[in-house]
């Protein structure tokens, strides 16, 4: 396997896994909304509380999180941009 | 102060100017209290910022092409944040999406996930290999990935289709709002407000819209906390409410219950001669609807403006103007930061002044009180005269009831500061943010129909031969013509903000989404499959749209997709032709098997040369 082959196999891998974590915070947990409210976190009913910040502070999370992951597997395969740094 | 190049001073600059901004905000509530009157603060506060804007795009000015589409592919991470954050944040994000939560709670509140969520989507599949494929607009991606004028110019309908509909709302939004702070007629500050739009965007294109926005972002951000967490300490709330309004929230419900939550029958409204527009509140805060309709009703919400945000023309050229593959991945996540500043306070305002309006323990509280009393309160004066506020006493016994006072959603935001009891300067400042967030998202859509028209049309089809002369006066005529016409549908008042706003995540889901994504994930797609795609998922969604929205043809929704998810069917249609097609057709040629390798990689040169 070329090591272009093998750095989309592994960008491909990291998309899904950020994927399924975006399912996650953004379906699963409003499918079952209904019973997450007779729970409550600070105060809040939960599924009023994932909907108001609890999703959306896991995104930005998950947004920082896959950047660094997909950055470390562009050094890994030596497709790290180099010198036009930020 | 400032040696050295522009870019390395960024900090500095942005810092100087948020101190500036601070320190106007002090000057304006010392002036206050000397007497200066609230009408003349709203007009300092908004000709200031916007002065300001016009500024920085006439130091932005160029006659480089580079610098005018893509701001010369030099924007820090964070910065381009904040930038697309603003681009993000439009009218109906600041000034209705309180207002929103307030009248449809937990409801109203699938926007804040699928506006959020979005973001996932546009990084990990599109805008770093967008970035890449070194495009000057989204076209120019789907003309070049699948070639031929054909596909290019079916993106540009699309493009335009999305971006029209929704610059109309936010023209209408900064009219409304010049319109109350200048105290001049709507239709006269329809056009003020494109005056205003149109200084930041014409000289500069995108390097001129990138800076204003950053601008903007720091003014609507300071505009919409800062009263959030005043009304929270002053109220006794807790110091920060993000975190502490839990009882608040369970108070509403007790508050619902008291009062009940009574739909009226919209025969009764009419009868009454309710303003159109106007609501009451008949939606529980935080209760979660009951059954499997409401959740797939929330979801398919969701999924449409995920999926839209991931579309949308303007957003995505955003990631053009970073220096690299890694900063616009990183940059996405900074947009987001910056927009779950605004997105997670908006409920918190939600919560606070519908328990303000509510509660009648607290001196601001106006349901359950005497009608006589609540009309000679100053504030309510003030907006009913407007016919941005309302009262029906349904039951003619002279007291106010939850379901006999009518709001028009944006009030929720422009109102609260007077309505809780804050100073003048607040709501001026609130006026301000407004109007930043309404300017800075309808110059970002305005310049992706323009540079699309402009180079994709006119450059890349019409006229290849055009020096750069020639291209960026095309392109800053049609800046001009195309505000002018959205002021022009916006002066008409068509539809209400955010109906519009809806249906440019659909529009552009329908046609766009599909395309895009299969160009940089599956090497099979071809340009006769992103053709047919493009065609018929528009022309479906359209037709579901007119097939099910009441003011046309007002069928029942199939499946509850109604005319806010009509996307969801285009979409689909999208994919399954395109894909069907494709498969039909003979595989792409290894030239662009090579250049979709390409795309995948951050290193390299990018697909399309720097000046193109």
């Known amino acids: ?86 | 102060m400032f040696k050295g190049k522009f870019i390395d001073n960024l900090p500095k600059i942005y810092g100087t100017y948020t101190g500036g901004f601070l320190v106007f905000i002090i000057l304006m509530a010392i002036a206050e209290q000397a007497g200066m009157t609230a009408k003349t603060i709203g007009i300092l506060f908004v000709a200031f910022t916007v002065c300001i804007y016009a500024f920085i795009g006439w130091m932005s000015r160029t006659v480089q092409v580079d610098a005018y589409y893509v701001a010369g592919r030099s924007v820090p991470t964070v910065f381009n944040g904040m930038a697309t954050a603003a681009d993000w944040m439009s009218g109906a994000s600041f000034v209705a999406m309180a207002g929103g939560i307030y009248f449809g709670g937990y409801t109203y509140m699938a926007f804040l996930i699928g506006w959020t969520g979005g973001y996932i989507l546009v990084s990990s599949l599109l805008a770093p290999y967008l970035r890449k494929f070194g495009c000057y607009t989204v076209p120019d991606f789907i003309g070049t990935r699948y070639g031929g004028n054909l596909a290019r110019f079916c993106a540009v309908v699309v493009l335009t289709l999305a971006s029209f509909t929704y610059v109309t709302a936010q023209i209408n939004a900064t009219g409304t709002i010049a319109a109350r702070a200048l105290s001049i007629p709507f239709e006269l500050g329809v056009w003020v407000g494109l005056v205003s739009i149109l200084l930041c965007s014409m000289l500069g294109g995108m390097r001129a819209v990138t800076w204003t926005q950053v601008a903007q972002y720091i003014v609507l951000i300071i505009a919409y906390l800062l009263p959030i967490f005043w009304i929270s300490n002053k109220g006794g709330y807790g110091f920060f409410p993000h975190l502490m309004l839990g009882e608040e929230v369970a108070r509403l419900g007790e508050l619902e219950a008291q009062f009940g939550l009574v739909k009226n029958a919209a025969a009764d409204v009419k009868a009454a001669g309710v303003p159109g527009g106007l609501k009451s509140i008949s939606l529980p805060h935080s209760e979660v609807p009951a059954g499997g309709m409401a959740a797939w009703k929330f979801i398919s919400l969701v999924i449409c403006m995920m999926v839209g945000t991931a579309s949308l023309p303007h957003i995505l050229m955003r990631y053009f103007t970073t220096p690299s593959v890694k900063a616009a991945r990183k940059s996405v996540a900074w947009s987001l930061f910056f927009i779950a500043l605004l997105y997670t306070s908006a409920p918190m305002l939600a919560t606070l002044s519908k328990l303000s309006l509510m509660d009648p323990n607290l001196a601001t509280g106006i349901i359950g009180k005497d009608i006589s009393a609540v009309m000679s309160i100053d504030w309510v004066q003030a907006w009913t005269a407007q016919k941005q506020a309302f009262i029906a006493d349904f039951n003619g016994d002279g007291v106010l009831q939850l379901n006999e006072w009518f709001m028009r959603g944006d009030v929720v935001v422009l109102s609260t500061p007077e309505v809780a009891g804050l100073p003048y300067v607040i709501s001026g400042l609130v006026a301000a943010g407004g109007m930043a967030a309404a300017m800075s998202t309808a110059d970002g859509l305005i310049l992706a129909i323009a540079n699309a028209l402009s180079h994709d049309v006119y450059y890349k089809i019409i006229d290849p031969k055009a020096d750069v002369r020639k291209r960026l006066l095309v392109a800053r005529g049609l800046l001009i013509v195309i505000g002018a016409a959205g002021a022009y549908i916006a002066s008409m008042r068509i539809t209400s903000i955010l109906g519009a706003v809806a249906w440019a995540f659909d529009f552009a889901m329908s046609g766009l989404f599909f395309p895009l994504v299969l160009g940089v994930w599956w090497k099979r797609a071809t340009r006769q499959g992103a053709i047919a795609g493009m065609i018929t998922g528009l022309a479906s969604g359209t037709a579901y749209l007119i097939y099910v929205y009441p003011k046309f043809m007002g069928n029942p929704a199939w499946l509850g997709i109604d005319h806010l998810r009509f996307g969801i069917i285009g979409a689909s249609v999208c994919l399954v032709v395109m894909v069907v097609v494709s498969l039909m057709t003979p595989a792409p040629d290894s030239s662009t098997q090579k250049m979709i390798d390409e795309v995948r990689i951050p290193t390299g040169k990018t697909i399309l040369g720097k000046q193109h």
């Open chain 1, 1 to 86: 396997m070329s090591n272009k082959e093998k750095h989309w196999e592994k960008t491909k891998g990291n998309m899904f896994l950020t994927l399924a974590l975006w399912f996650f915070f953004g379906y699963i947990i409003f499918m079952f909304g209904e019973s997450l409210n007779s729970a409550s976190f600070l105060g809040y009913p939960l599924a009023y509380y994932m909907c108001a910040q609890g999703s959306i502070v896991a995104f930005v999370i998950i947004l920082f999180w896959s950047a660094n992951r997909q950055e470390k597997i562009d050094e890994e395969c030596g497709f790290a941009e180099r010198g036009e740094d930020d």
